[in-house]
T-cell receptor, first 114, second 114 residues
Framework: AQSVTQLDSQVPVFEEAPVELRCNYS??????LFWYVQYPNQGLQLLLK??????LVKGINGFEAEFNKSQTSFHLRKPSVHISDTAEYFCAVSGSNQGGKLIFGQGTELSVKP | DAGVTQSPTHLIKTRGQQVTLRCSPK?????VSWYQQALGQGPQFIFQ???????QRGNFPDRFSGHQFPNYSSELNVNALLLGDSALYLC?????????????FGNGTRLTVT
């Protein structure tokens, strides 16, 4: 069985500062990893995904994440955040033969202050 | 290009009633998954439909059932509603049920059970 742990429930940061949202996963099979963002009263939007290949993945809105197999982590980073990045961020994992079933973490609320 | 659309956006029901939620997938997608997102939590997988059949199911009771139509749209039915069924119900579509097919989410239906 797979599981996802997002290590911070809330991350406050000032505008233009860098940010890292941490995600660890556990799985006994090969995994695919995703980060989604959820703005208030909306569904989830895909930020980026790791399927295979380069462990550094670049996504939309200037976000990137690094897959670290030995540490079973997939942390999300952005070098300089904007007020508009304020949202809930979810890390998710899908494993071999799971057919698109995603296991989500509990979410990290990113709050960007001016 | 229309994305995933869900209806209704909000719904209030009484305990013991039945409810039907509807979803139209993104154009070109043939697989629909349903997730339940309780307040302050990450989404939890309910089930997935492909080729008009339920292919996978999460840990939800039989009160939760679904259907997929020939045009790939889908319905989620919940019988004998409980207060704990209050949540945001998200529909997601993808091209095929493969593990690495990114999910595209709708904005959800907010169900309140009183």
């Amino acid at each position: 069985a797979q599981s996802v742990t997002q290590l911070d429930s809330q991350v406050p940061v000032f505008e233009e500062a860098p940010v890292e949202l941490r995600c660890n996963y556990s799985s006994s099979v090969s995994v695919y990893l995703f980060w989604y963002v959820q703005y208030p009263n909306q569904g989830l939007q895909l930020l980026l995904k790791y399927l295979s290949g380069s462990t550094l993945v670049k996504g939309i809105n200037g976000f990137e994440a690094e897959f670290n197999k030995s540490q079973t982590s997939f942390h999300l980073r952005k070098p300089s955040v904007h007020i508009s990045d304020t949202a809930e961020y979810f890390c998710a994992v899908s494993g071999s033969n799971q057919g698109g079933k995603l296991i989500f973490g509990q979410g990290t609320e990113l709050s960007v202050k001016p | 290009d229309a994305g995933v659309t869900q209806s209704p956006t909000h719904l209030i029901k009484t305990r013991g009633q039945q409810v039907t939620l509807r979803c139209s997938p993104k154009s070109g997608h043939d697989t629909v998954s349903w997730y339940q997102q309780a307040l302050g939590q990450g989404p939890q997988f309910i089930f997935q439909y492909y080729e008009e059949e339920e292919r996978q199911r999460g840990n939800f009771p039989d009160r939760f059932s679904g259907h997929q139509f020939p045009n790939y749209s889908s319905e989620l039915n919940v019988n004998a509603l409980l207060l704990g069924d209050s949540a945001l119900y998200l529909c997601a579509s993808s091209l095929g049920p493969q593990d690495n097919s990114p999910l595209h989410f709708g904005n959800g239906t907010r169900l309140t059970v009183t």
